[in-house]
């Protein structure tokens, strides 16, 4: 997964949908202590009644962000079979960082001199 900027949107939303936001809020709130993906889900499900985010949709989202490098994951077994535990890698800053500077190498490896005269002018 590749992300993807919506300037339309301010903060996070730019960069992610409500509910996959609102999952990262839930796995900072918890810390080094993290979450599976019924727990994350059942979160952003009450965080955003009446509408409903279907547990696949999570899951392939959080994934996805452990391949990014955004999100870290222990591995449990349990009835059922082995589950994950997925936690935050950076703190709401560093995440903020991390996320700005992919923009930015992007933006450096494709349009390097418009780029740094950007910065430069900030």
């Known amino acids: 997964m590749a992300l993807k900027m919506d300037l339309s ?3 996070l ?5 409500d509910y996959q936001e609102e999952a990262f809020r839930y796995l900072w709130s918890l810390g080094e202590e993290g979450a599976g993906s ?3 889900c059942e979160h952003v499900n009450e ?5 409903t985010i279907s547990r696949a949709a999570i899951i392939i989202f ?12 222990s591995e449990e077994t ?12 950076h703190d709401e800053a560093g995440f903020k960082e991390r996320v ?11 349009f390097p001199e418009e780029t740094c005269r950007v910065l430069k002018k900030l």
């Open 13 to 17: 939303r730019m960069f992610f949908k």
């Open 47 to 51: 965080a955003l009644m009446p509408r």
């Open 38 to 40: 019924r727990k994350v």
């Open 78 to 89: 349990g009835k059922g079979g082995h589950r994950r535990i997925y936690r935050m890698k």
């Open 9 to 11: 949107k301010t903060g």
């Open 62 to 73: 959080l994934d996805e962000m452990v391949e990014i490098g955004l999100l870290d994951f």
């Open 100 to 110: 700005a500077g992919v923009f930015i190498r992007s933006l450096l490896r494709d």
